[in-house]
C-alpha cells in the first residue's frame, strides 16, 4: 500500500510534482462539465458556465510538456529513443485503444440515435482501426465535424503524440535560448490563429484542423521551455486548492462580446500565453499538507482516464437530449448522472484495466515489470 503522504514516483525515480497531477485532475473534471452544459443547452453561450474550459487542452499541453522535461530531459544518455517511444506508448496507448472501443460500443448500441445504425458496419470498422492508432477518420452522424468522430478528445492525444515526437527528435537537443526562439515562433502562429478566428477553440474537427498543432506547438514547447528556466522564478506556494480556483475563474469569465472585435480570441491567447505558464510554476512551486497531497493523488492519477474516456458517454446523453428533447430539469439530471457514471467507470478502467496493462508491458520500455 502506497503511503498517500509522499508524492508518487516518475518512470525514472523522481517525485510527482503532485500539484500539477492534482491540477490536471481539476482541468479533466472541468472539460467534463464544460461538455455536458455545452450539450444541454445546444452549446450556446448563454447556458454555459464555464465559457473558456477549452483551453483545458492547451493547458494539459502545457503540463505535458513541463513533466516530459522533468521526467527524461536527464535521462538521455542512458535511454534511447526507442525506449523513450514505447514508455509514451505504454503511458498514453492502452486507454487510446479503450477509448476508441467505448466510442464504438457508443456508436452503434446508441438507443436514441437511430440513424447511426444505418451506416454500414464496414464504413464504421475503418474509422475505428484508424480512432485505435489515434488517426483522424471521416466525421460519422450526430458527431458535428470531428476529426476523430468515434471519440473526440483523441485529436489531441494525436497532437500529444507528435509533441513527443518533435521532443525527442529534435526539441530535446536544443538550448535554452534557441528552445526559447522556438516558442516566440509558435506563440506567434498562434496570436495570428486567436486574431482571425477569436476563439482558441480550433483543431478538434476538419474545419479547423490546422488549429491542433498550433495549439500544441506553441503550449507544449512552453512547457518544455518553462521547465529549464523554472528556478529563475520566486518560488510563490499557493498549493492545488487555490490553483484549482484560478483555474475556475480563467474558464468561467464571460465570454468577451463580438462587438469588440478580437477580445474573446486575445484573452484566451492571454490565457494559454501568460496566466497558464504562471500556474504552472506556481504549481511546481508549491508544497501542500498530507490531505491535500493525498487528494492530488487521486484527482492527478484519474485525470488521464476522465478525459480520454468521458466523450463515448456523452455521446448517449447528447442524443438523448436532440432526439428525445426532455425537459430542461430532465436534462440536468440525465447530465448529472452522466458526469457520475463517466467518473465511476474512469476510476474502474483506471484500477482494472490501465495499471494492470501498463505493469504488464512494462518490460516493453526496457524497464523491470
Request: aromatic share 14%; proline share 5%; with cysteine.
Amino acid at each position: 500500500m502506497t503511503d498517500s503522504s509522499v508524492p508518487d514516483a516518475t518512470v525514472s525515480g523522481k517525485p510527482h510534482y503532485e500539484v500539477l497531477d492534482g491540477l490536471r485532475g481539476s482541468a479533466a473534471v472541468l472539460v467534463v462539465l464544460f461538455h455536458i452544459m455545452g450539450m444541454t443547452v445546444s452549446w450556446a453561450d448563454s447556458g454555459q458556465l464555464l465559457h473558456h474550459a477549452a483551453l483545458a487542452v492547451d493547458f494539459f499541453f502545457g503540463l505535458s510538456g513541463f513533466v516530459v522535461a522533468y521526467a527524461y530531459d536527464d535521462r538521455w544518455k542512458t535511454m534511447s529513443t526507442g525506449q523513450f517511444f514505447a514508455t509514451r506508448l505504454v503511458r498514453l496507448h492502452p486507454l487510446v485503444l479503450l477509448g476508441a472501443v467505448l466510442g464504438l460500443l457508443s456508436f452503434t448500441l446508441d438507443p436514441f440515435a437511430t440513424n447511426q445504425k444505418a451506416i454500414p458496419m464496414a464504413t464504421v470498422l475503418v474509422d475505428f482501426a484508424l480512432a485505435c492508432l489515434v488517426l483522424p477518420h471521416p466525421s460519422l452522424p450526430n458527431r458535428w465535424t470531428d476529426s476523430h468522430s468515434l471519440n473526440s478528445p483523441a485529436w489531441s492525444l494525436m497532437q500529444e503524440y507528435i509533441g513527443n515526437i518533435f521532443y525527442a527528435l529534435v526539441l530535446r537537443r536544443l538550448n535554452t535560448w534557441l528552445l526559447s526562439l522556438v516558442m516566440l515562433i509558435a506563440a506567434g502562429f498562434l496570436i495570428h490563429m486567436v486574431w482571425h478566428s477569436n476563439t482558441m477553440d480550433q483543431g478538434s474537427d476538419w474545419t479547423t484542423i490546422w488549429g491542433a498543432p498550433t495549439r500544441m506547438g506553441f503550449s507544449f514547447t512552453m512547457g518544455l521551455w518553462l521547465y529549464r528556466i523554472r528556478n529563475a522564478f520566486p518560488k510563490i506556494r499557493l498549493g492545488w486548492v487555490v490553483l484549482t480556483g484560478v483555474l475556475v475563474a480563467i474558464f468561467a469569465v464571460p465570454r468577451v462580446p463580438d462587438a469588440i472585435a478580437h477580445g474573446n480570441g486575445l484573452y484566451e491567447a492571454f490565457a494559454a500565453i501568460v496566466l497558464f505558464p504562471l500556474i504552472i510554476l506556481l504549481g511546481a512551486h508549491s508544497e501542500i499538507g498530507k490531505l491535500e497531497m493525498a487528494l492530488c493523488k487521486v484527482a492527478g492519477r484519474i485525470s488521464y482516464p476522465v478525459y480520454i474516456l468521458h466523450f463515448p458517454f456523452l455521446f448517449i446523453y447528447m442524443n438523448f437530449i436532440n432526439f428525445r428533447k426532455p425537459p430542461l430539469t430532465t436534462a440536468y439530471m440525465a447530465g448529472a448522472g452522466a458526469f457520475v457514471i463517466v467518473m465511476v467507470f474512469a476510476w474502474l478502467a483506471l484500477k482494472l484495466y490501465d495499471e494492470p496493462v501498463r505493469k504488464m508491458l512494462r518490460p516493453l520500455t526496457g524497464r523491470k515489470a
